[in-house]
């Protein structure tokens, strides 16, 4: 049988989408590096002030959110495990946290939220925690989630926290999703409100159980390039109580799937990007996403 041809470019692994615009994001640039072990070098490494870069070593178990402030890269060395907290980003900007694992969390793994800006969320790993993986919400902007793998979880992840949050979060939302593994991950891969246009593409889509993607209340979502395989629900408009948005789809690529919902207009990508074939999605992000499949 013919075999898929390998992709004619490299994939793009550096700041493509959102976190590009409003002056782009470079967490800590070149500041000192503090390398952290433990949970309270770790607490205290991302409450401070001033830019930092912030590594991570070795498995850190800890409990609840730890504060994340502006201007913050967090790095994960080889292995580096969060296990039982998250990250909580509220109304701090410029933060770039990569090559992590997270597992058992016991809130959120990573939370933006109050008007935080230009974050980048980038090669992590994420299983087993309690409610969202990455969740955006309450005004948020400017930001990239891109190569993650999340399994072995219910709800991924959310844009927009409720329906009745309008007045905070219309104008803002918007969030690129690209390359992410969403490996049997059963629902919000992501579920949106509000946003427009939210960008989710060249994703890789594994037997979702519960639905793909859901753009609710006015939103706008593009779902461009990504590979479903032996998902039921690829993506819908409106969910639960939530109002519909609108979707517009096109170039994806279906195994065992079918086509999706859609509906609407959404607005303009501002920004330039690499798309890449629908069909070499699968091979380009199981070898790509998720923490320890890049050297920071």
């Known amino acids: 049988p013919p075999t898929t041809p390998p992709p004619t470019t490299p994939p793009q692994t550096g ?19 503090t390398t952290v072990s433990n949970a309270s070098g770790l607490t205290s490494a991302l409450n401070a002030t001033g830019a930092a870069v912030i590594r991570v070593t070795g498995t850190i178990t800890c409990s ?11 790095l994960g060395n080889y292995g580096a495990t969060i296990v039982g907290c998250g990250f909580n980003i509220s109304g701090d900007r410029n ?44 005004g948020s902007d400017f930001v990239t989630v891109s190569w993650n793998r999340v399994f072995s979880h219910d709800k991924t992840m959310l844009l ?55 753009s609710t209340e006015n939103a706008g979502v593009l779902v461009e390039g990504n ?8 993506y819908h408009l409106g969910e639960g109580d939530s109002g519909p948005g609108s ?5 994806n690529h279906f195994v065992n799937s079918p086509t999706g919902q859609a509906g609407g207009s959404v ?6 990007y690499q798309l890449d074939t629908a069909s070499n999605v699968k091979s380009i992000v199981t070898a790509g996403a998720g923490a320890g499949k890049i050297t920071v």
């Open 15 to 33: 700041l493509v989408g959102w976190a590009t615009q409003n002056g782009g994001t470079t967490g800590g640039g070149n500041a000192g590096t």
């Open 64 to 74: 609840g959110m730890l504060r994340v402030r502006s201007n913050k890269t967090i």
């Open 95 to 138: 933060v770039i946290i990569r090559n992590l694992t997270f597992r058992n969390w016991n809130d959120d793994a990573i939370n933006v939220q109050e008007s935080a800006t230009n974050i980048w969320i980038d090669h992590n790993s994420f299983s087993n925690g309690y409610d969202g993986a990455v969740d955006i919400k309450r």
């Open 160 to 214: 927009g926290h409720s329906d009745d949050n309008a007045g905070q979060d219309v104008g803002h939302l918007r969030v690129s999703y690209h390359h992410n593994w969403f490996d049997g991950s059963n629902q919000r891969n992501p579920r949106v409100r509000f946003g427009n246009p939210v960008h989710v593409y060249n994703n890789y889509y594994r037997a979702n159980g519960g639905y793909g993607v859901a």
């Open 227 to 234: 590979y479903f395989e032996n998902v039921d629900d690829p």
């Open 247 to 251: 979707l517009v789809a096109r170039n």
């Open 267 to 272: 607005a303009s990508i501002p920004y330039s």
